[in-house]
């Protein structure tokens, strides 16, 4: 009930194409939906994060597409971009214990 | 830059051996989360502080323990390390107590090594 299933565990994608990471959860409780990226030697850092009440939502190239019937949402990097190529995390919370579920995790890399 | 700190950044020891790690939350954060991040597991919850007090507990051994202090840093405390313990430790801060959904800000973490 806790878990978040993050697919896929990589991705290659060329230069101004689009780069698409699906999570699955459980817990209808869930109403936070964050997505980080995390670079080589450095933290995760939040990208963009959604709410049940809504089905999408935008920042710049970055898009959460969320379904709550399915208990699933996405995250849409458009035009990607080298710069993009990191490790992407989605989490959903809070959980019992007021902390955040991640994802495994996405590698992606952004051939130029 | 998020704002909190670790330290050290990097860290080699033996097994057996004890080690601190140190976190300082953002300014005017409440929270501390410390959370054990490995190849094969992703992050994994170890415990949360909200305002000096234990919140809540996840994954973490009885090997492992961690306090914040009055000016609310925290510190992780890591007992009898094994090899499995090699792993990079994240400390994040949020707000309030957690309880409803909200930011949390990642430090730039402490990578643990045990020969």
């Known amino acids: 009930q806790q878990q978040v299933k993050q697919s896929p565990q990589s991705l290659i994608v060329q230069k101004g194409g689009i780069s698409i990471i699906n999570c699955a959860y459980e817990?209808?409780?869930?109403?936070?939906f964050p997505w980080y990226q995390q670079f080589p030697g450095k933290g995760p850092a939040l990208l963009i994060a959604?709410?049940?009440?809504?089905s999408e939502k935008k920042e710049g190239r970055f898009t959460i597409s969320f379904n709550k019937s399915a208990k699933q949402f996405s995250l849409h990097i458009m035009d990607s971009q080298p710069g993009d190529s990191a490790t992407y995390f989605c989490a959903a919370g809070p959980g019992s214990q007021g902390n955040l579920i991640f994802g495994k995790g996405t590698k992606l890399s952004v051939k130029p | 830059d998020s704002g909190v700190t670790q330290t050290p950044k990097h860290l080699i020891t033996a097994t057996g051996q004890r080690v601190t790690l140190r976190c300082s939350p953002r300014?005017?954060?409440?929270?501390v989360y410390w959370y054990q991040q490995s190849l094969d597991q992703g992050l994994q919850f170890l415990i949360h502080y909200y305002n000096g007090e234990e919140r809540a507990k996840g994954n973490i051994l009885e090997r492992f323990s961690a306090q914040q202090f009055p000016d609310l840093h925290s510190e992780l405390n890591l007992s009898s390390l094994e090899l499995g313990d090699s792993a990079l430790y994240f400390c994040?801060?949020?707000?309030?107590?957690?309880?409803?959904?909200?930011?949390?800000?990642f430090g730039p973490g402490t990578r643990l090594l045990v020969l």
């Open positions: 959604i709410r049940p009440d809504v």
């Open positions: 994040a801060s949020s707000v309030g107590s957690g309880s409803r959904q909200e930011t949390q800000y």
């Open positions: 817990n209808t409780a869930f109403d936070y």
């Open positions: 300014s005017g954060d409440l929270s």
